[in-house]
Nanobody, 123 residues
Framework: QVQLVESGGGLVQTGGSLRLSCAASGGTFSSYAMGWFRQAPGKEREFVAAINWSGGSTLYADSVKGRFTISRDNAKNTVYLRMNSLKPEDTAVYYC????????????????WGQGTQVTVSS
């Protein structure tokens, strides 16, 4: 059973930066693709970014491309999401997720989820 714990969320002003972390345990982290998703109040959970097992392949939603960077450290069993130039529309609960396959875009492709971390961007 894989367990994921996100951290690093908080309140930031427009244009600011945050780095989210997701620590994994209970599985072979280096075998899993990892993804970040977010969910704003009243909206469906949406894809943000994903990275394959080695870190050699990444995917991004168009809305964050050029501003967010996903990375991973397999020695630390941790995936990161660096978020720059934050906008109020980035406000959401951010979740990390994992799947034993290539990186994917869709919520139902992922098997395990963290509890989420709140990111609030003030205008």
């Amino acid at each position: 059973q894989v367990q994921l714990v996100e951290s690093g969320g908080g309140l930031v002003q427009t244009g600011g930066s945050l780095r989210l972390s997701c620590a994994a345990s209970g599985g072979t982290f280096s075998s899993y693709a990892m993804g970040w998703f977010r969910q704003a109040p009243g909206k469906e959970r949406e894809f943000v970014a994903a990275i394959n097992w080695s870190g050699g392949s990444t995917l991004y939603a168009d809305s964050v491309k050029g501003r967010f960077t996903i990375s991973r450290d397999n020695a630390k069993n941790t995936v990161y999401l660096r978020m720059n130039s934050l906008k109020p529309e980035d406000t959401a609960v951010y979740y990390c997720a994992t799947r034993y396959d290539t990186a994917g875009y869709y919520v139902n492709e992922y098997d395990y989820w963290g509890q989420g971390t709140q990111v609030t961007v003030s205008s």
